[in-house]
């Protein structure tokens, strides 16, 4: 299992080619004390702006993408029967063209909402602008091959997933 959040932020370590571009292209007010990105600060400048959430995106997804082909590679050589990568941009990354699936992982807008205030704590407004951010229902619905309903517990999300394996 790769998860392409966990891939981009070990590409965005301070010295790196993103962790460079990413401090060129948006000042080093985006850094803390220890000259890392502060992802808070970041998040406040790409969510309000949606050229500079592409922006960002051009500069992290061509190597997070290149990270996993790589990988993918390697796996086949091992003739792993299963490579699965977690992400939330897999649509908008044309992951669906290197995948032989794409399964939709989906929980309510509620849900969505309560789960990320509590992890992440975020504020409404943060969520509102990063779900404004993301591809529609139907959109997923009409571009994948599975569904996932993950509105209640993880055992439930478990039991389904390993149904699709089946």
Excluded at 6 to 23: F, H, M, P, R, S
Aim: contains cysteine; aromatic residues 8%.
């Amino acid at each position: 299992v790769y998860k392409a959040d966990e891939v981009a932020k070990n590409l965005q370590k301070k010295g790196t080619a993103c962790y460079d571009d990413i401090v060129a292209e948006f000042g080093r007010e985006i850094l803390d004390p220890e000259e890392e990105l502060d992802r808070n600060k970041l998040a406040e400048i790409i969510f309000s702006d949606p050229q500079k959430l592409q922006r960002l995106n051009q500069i992290v997804h061509p190597a997070v993408r290149e990270y996993l082909l790589s990988h993918i590679e390697e796996e086949r050589k091992k003739q792993t029967q299963y490579m699965i990568i977690e992400a939330a941009l897999l649509l908008e990354e044309g992951y669906d063209e290197i995948c032989n699936e794409i399964w939709y992982i989906y929980a309510s807008e509620e849900v969505r909402k309560e789960r990320l205030m509590r992890s992440r704590g975020y504020g409404e407004e943060k969520v509102a602008q990063i779900m404004a951010s993301q591809l529609s229902e139907d959109v997923f619905r009409s571009r994948c091959s599975a569904s996932v309903e993950n509105n209640r517990d993880f055992e439930d999300t478990m039991r389904q997933i390993g149904e699709l394996l089946e």
